[in-house]
Each structure stands twice: as structure tokens, then as C-alpha cells.
């Protein structure tokens, strides 16, 4: 069936005999390979680091939106790499991939206000009501990681600490906000990998679009196209090691809100 064809290197032949105008090919050919032409997909393969795309997504609208809002935003957004200016060739979405973590609910010791139960925090609700509204959205899978309980904690906000060091703030003067809750995940980016080697190898996919912005993924970028992926970073306008850029295919980030960086900071 055309219709199962993914095969770049297909489109790529058909068009190099068309824009070579041969004789030997007829008008009637010609429209022939191009209605093939039109139907040749190419499978695309989204994959978001949840914990970077909310903080990002956080700096550049703001943290008042409803988990229906962000997540209906994510989607759209992820729908919106299979619309390449560059492409001459359908794009069809094979699947998103959300990496995450669930929220904890244990108790974490805080400076200010001591032991906070963090099941009774906003953010608790909130991330459990998010991470349903994406087990709804059409072709979207989550891949879910751990959190580290022994590196969970509350450290003192960069601005604060500046204003401290400049003698300009004492620490009797610090405030419950002058905190910010901090959590390493485990297994998230594993997991990442693991997941491009297996669309890579078993050449599910011809473009994958990774929305991240750790140069932990060099490794992944050569793999997949090592493999004759197309890999496309999407680092939501954030700045990226030059040891990322030179083993990805594309940079292109498709919402410039998200260049605003110190909006919500």
C-alpha cells in the first residue's frame, strides 16, 4: 500500500526524475508519481522532557493556568513539527511521548515553616490532574520515571541568596518563598534512550523531535542518526552546547513566547 510508504529516500528519487524533465516521461506518468508523491508519510515521533518543558512553559506564561491549559497547549504544540516550511512530504504524528514523574507526597523539611507535607501543596493536585488530562490526548503515551527521595529538598532562591551575599538582606528577613522545592528525577532520561534506540532500530519513524535541552543526549542524537533518523531538537528557545548542535539534524522551536526568558522569573 502507498499509503504504509516512509521511505524519504523514495520521495527523494521521484523528485530528482521530475525535476529532471526527461523526455522519456510522460505527461501521464508524471501525475502518477506525483499523486504517489502526495501520499508518501513521514512518521513523526515527539518526545518531551516534562520536567523541562513545565519550567519553561512556567517562565514564559506564567503559572496560573489551569492542567487543562498546559496540557491542550502541549499538544497542539507537539502537532505543530509535523508542519515543516521545509518539507515536500505529508507528516504523520506516530506518537508523543511524555516523560515524567509523579508528584510526592511525603513530608519535606523547609526552613521557614519546618515539615511541609507536600500531598496538601498546590502543586500536588495540580501535577496528579495534569498528567490525566494527557492520558486523554490522542496518540500521546506517558513514560513515567521516580523521583529521588534522598536529593528532595527546598534551597534558598538565587535572588535572595545574591541579595544576602551584598549585605542587602539579612536571613531574618528570608520569607517561605524565599525557597523553591527542588527534586531530582530518576530514570526519565534512561528511558529517553532507550525509547530512540527502539524507534531507530526498528525504523518506526523517520523524524524524531526531542523537547529538551540537556547535552546528556548527544549520545541519542548520534544514534538516531547513525540509523537515518532525522533528529530535530526543540530546546523551547533555550540556549544549547555547541556539543549538542553538531549532532542534530534541526533546531527549531515553534512558539516565541517562549523566547521571553525572564518573564516569570
Sequence with gaps: MVDDITNVSLMIFVKVILDSRLSVIGTMSKSRILF???????????????GFFLKRYNNAFGRDNS?????????????KHLQEKSDTYKSEMYRILYYDCEPLDINVFHPIDGNINLKKQPLYSWKNKFLNELKQKRKLALRMGELSLNKTGFTLKRKPLKKIMNGSMQISDLTFTDFELNIEQK???????????SLAYKKQVDRIVLIAGDSDFVPVAKLARREGIDFILDPLYNQIKDSLFEHIDGLHSKDKTFNNRNKNK
Design 36 to 50: 504517489f508523491l502526495e501520499r508518501i508519510n513521514m512518521k513523526t515521533a515527539v518526545l518531551v522532557d516534562g
Design 187 to 197: 530514570g526519565v532520561d534512561m528511558r529517553i534512550g532507550l525509547d530512540v534506540a
Design 67 to 79: 492542567p487543562e491549559e498546559v496540557a491542550t497547549f502541549l499538544h497542539k504544540y507537539c502537532y
